[in-house]
């Protein structure tokens, strides 16, 4: 092994350069080239290579973003496509590849290494925290702290106006975010994708924090959770109750801003791991954080097995 490459590939997330850094650091530590490829699969399919040294990744670790962009590629779904990259990483003489993403992103490295052979290392980086095989995915901590602080003022306004608010937050198929949050800054429910959501329920807890002289109360909803988004959640209550309730989305704002220190560490040991993975020929593989250890697991484990939500904060979520 005497060149690999570094991509960030599908919705970007805090700590993503910090990776980026110790990847081209740990690279040229062992004495390899690094090259970084620019929009993710879509830079691979078009040669959009660059070469890195250390002064290209110094000062980024607390950036939030990627400096190398990131995308999702249409053209990689397809055997053309992945053909095409695969060419290109053949004659740039580039030996293996560290993929940073989530789930997606690790299909589409899994494809290009069983059909054309290219070693690929995936790291964990996804706000959402839905990668098995890993404690913590960069960037989820970030996200989580700055939807905790979105919150907590929402919180103030709501406890001023005496309101019912309900806050979105990401999370399509997971409620990783939602969970932790609602946890978190106190909400009277928590709505997510993976448990049945009793709309009745919820509206008779608020009407006895109402009662109880509650002066603000707070839903927590992950967008993906199964009775609709924040608006239509809103719609529903007041249709059963004659609650009305204002709706915050937080959207991309917790994609972006400064990494906390914990996914910047993350991000710093797993870009370091999956230099070593590819250099001990670990072949198609993930580098995680499980107990404070560093693991390694076949790729394809990321999307065949199902990450767990921590059963005691579904509890505590429940319980206030």
């Given at each position: 092994?005497?060149?690999?490459?570094?991509?960030?590939?599908?919705?970007?997330s805090?700590?993503?350069?910090?990776?980026?850094?110790?990847?081209?650091?740990?690279?040229?530590?062992?004495?390899?080239?690094?090259?970084?490829?620019?929009k993710?699969?879509?830079?691979?399919?078009?040669g959009?290579?660059?070469?890195?040294?250390?002064?290209?990744?110094?000062?980024?670790?607390?950036?939030?973003?990627?400096?190398?962009?990131?995308?999702?590629?249409?053209?990689?779904?397809?055997?053309?496509?992945?053909?095409?990259?695969?060419?290109?990483?053949?004659?740039?003489?580039?030996?293996?590849?560290?993929?940073?993403?989530?789930?997606?992103?690790?299909?589409?490295?899994?494809?290009?290494?069983?059909?054309?052979?290219?070693?690929?290392?995936?790291?964990?980086?996804?706000?959402?925290?839905?990668?098995?095989?890993?404690d913590?995915?960069?960037g989820?901590?970030?996200?989580?702290?700055?939807?905790?602080?979105?919150?907590?003022?929402?919180?103030?306004?709501?406890?001023a106006?005496?309101?019912?608010?309900?806050v979105?937050?990401?999370?399509?198929?997971?409620?990783?975010?939602?969970?932790?949050?609602?946890?978190?800054?106190?909400?009277?429910?928590?709505?997510?994708?993976?448990?049945?959501?009793?709309?009745?329920?919820?509206?008779?807890?608020?009407?006895?924090?109402?009662?109880?002289g509650?002066?603000?109360?707070?839903?927590?909803?992950?967008?993906?959770?199964?009775?609709?988004?924040?608006?239509?959640?809103?719609?529903?209550?007041?249709?059963?109750?004659?609650?009305?309730?204002?709706?915050?989305?937080?959207?991309?704002?917790?994609?972006?801003?400064?990494?906390?220190?914990?996914?910047?560490?993350?991000?710093?040991?797993?870009?370091?791991?999956?230099?070593?993975?590819?250099?001990?020929?670990?072949?198609?593989?993930m580098?995680?954080?499980?107990?404070?250890?560093?693991?390694?697991?076949?790729?394809?484990?990321?999307?065949?097995?199902?990450k767990?939500?921590?059963?005691?904060?579904?509890?505590?979520?429940?319980t206030?």
């Amino acid at each position: 092994m005497r060149k690999i490459a570094v991509l960030t590939s599908g919705g970007d997330s805090p700590g993503m350069n910090a990776c980026i850094r110790a990847t081209v650091r740990r690279a040229l530590n062992r004495g390899l080239s690094a090259i970084g490829v620019r929009k993710g699969f879509d830079g691979l399919i078009d040669g959009d290579f660059i070469e890195l040294e250390s002064q290209n990744v110094s000062n980024i670790i607390q950036r939030g973003g990627t400096i190398l962009h990131s995308a999702r590629s249409e053209r990689f779904l397809t055997p053309e496509g992945r053909s095409a990259a695969a060419a290109n990483l053949r004659n740039d003489n580039i030996d293996g590849l560290v993929v940073i993403g989530g789930d997606g992103s690790f299909r589409g490295a899994d494809r290009l290494s069983e059909e054309h052979g290219i070693a690929v290392v995936g790291v964990p980086a996804t706000i959402d925290n839905d990668i098995w095989g890993t404690d913590l995915t960069i960037g989820f901590c970030t996200a989580v702290n700055t939807a905790l602080e979105a919150i907590d003022k929402v919180r103030d306004t709501a406890a001023a106006h005496d309101r019912l608010f309900i806050v979105e937050v990401m999370g399509r198929s997971a409620g990783f975010i939602a969970l932790e949050v609602g946890v978190g800054s106190g909400a009277e429910a928590v709505l997510i994708p993976e448990t049945p959501t009793d709309l009745d329920a919820i509206v008779r807890k608020v009407r006895k924090r109402i009662s109880m002289g509650r002066s603000s109360n707070i839903l927590v909803v992950a967008e993906g959770d199964e009775a609709g988004n924040a608006f239509e959640i809103a719609a529903k209550i007041e249709k059963i109750s004659g609650l009305k309730s204002r709706v915050t989305v937080l959207g991309h704002v917790q994609r972006g801003g400064s990494p906390e220190s914990i996914d910047r560490v993350l991000a710093s040991k797993l870009g370091w791991a999956a230099v070593d993975a590819l250099v001990d020929g670990a072949g198609s593989c993930m580098v995680g954080e499980i107990n404070g250890e560093i693991v390694i697991h076949p790729l394809s484990d990321a999307w065949t097995k199902k990450k767990k939500l921590d059963p005691l904060l579904l509890v505590l979520s429940e319980t206030r």
